[in-house]
């Protein structure tokens, strides 16, 4: 029964936070003017899908193109492209903050992971970063998840694992 009780709680906070986050990270989105890469990479995302042959623009400035074209699909849903890039960064950010949550909570506990993971929410590096439409979101993304993947890998050696981490 107890355990059942503080996994509902967890749940709760998490949720709590994820609000939170959502809150501090979509007030005001646009009111920062638009940086030069910003417009760079939402003007590629643009040209993909409204341009046949633009694929693959972004490699010629040593770009991989799977968060362009994430924000090329966010472009169709919303009409303000700074918006639908800030967008995506801001829910990216967001899976940045459930793996500080996970890694935390596999390395030190459920109380540290959901301090990290609050800190994660409100310091001011990670507010700038989250809300530009830029690569360094999902950059962090993927290297907290990596982390968490090898901490399993290393825990529990096994292909599946393997696999998960490459």
């Known amino acids: ?24 990270h979509l007030t005001n989105l646009t009111l920062l003017p638009i940086f030069n890469d910003e417009s760079i990479y939402l003007d590629w995302a643009w040209s993909h899908t409204h341009m046949p042959g633009h694929l693959f623009d972004s490699l010629l400035d040593a770009k991989q193109p799977l968060m362009i074209w994430i924000f090329a699909i966010f472009e169709n849903f919303f009409t303000d492209p700074l918006f639908a890039g800030r967008f995506v960064s ?11 949550y996970m890694l935390g909570k596999k390395i030190l506990g ?7 993971a609050m800190l994660y929410a409100i310091i001011p590096m990670f507010v700038f970063y989250n809300r530009q439409a830029l690569m360094e979101s999902s950059i962090a993304c993927i290297g907290i998840w990596s ?11 096994s292909t599946r694992n393997g696999i998960i981490l490459g």
Do not use: E, P
């Not at 801001?90 to 500080?100: N, P, R």
């Not at 982390?147 to 290393?154: D, E, F």
């Open 1 to 24: 029964m107890n355990f059942w009780k503080d996994t509902i709680l967890t749940h709760r906070l998490i949720i709590i936070l994820l609000i939170v986050y959502f809150i501090i």
């Open 90 to 100: 801001v829910v990216i950010g967001s899976l940045s903050m459930l793996g500080v």
């Open 110 to 116: 459920k109380k540290i992971a959901l301090t990290s």
């Open 147 to 157: 982390g968490y993947m090898l901490l399993n890998l290393l825990l529990n050696r």
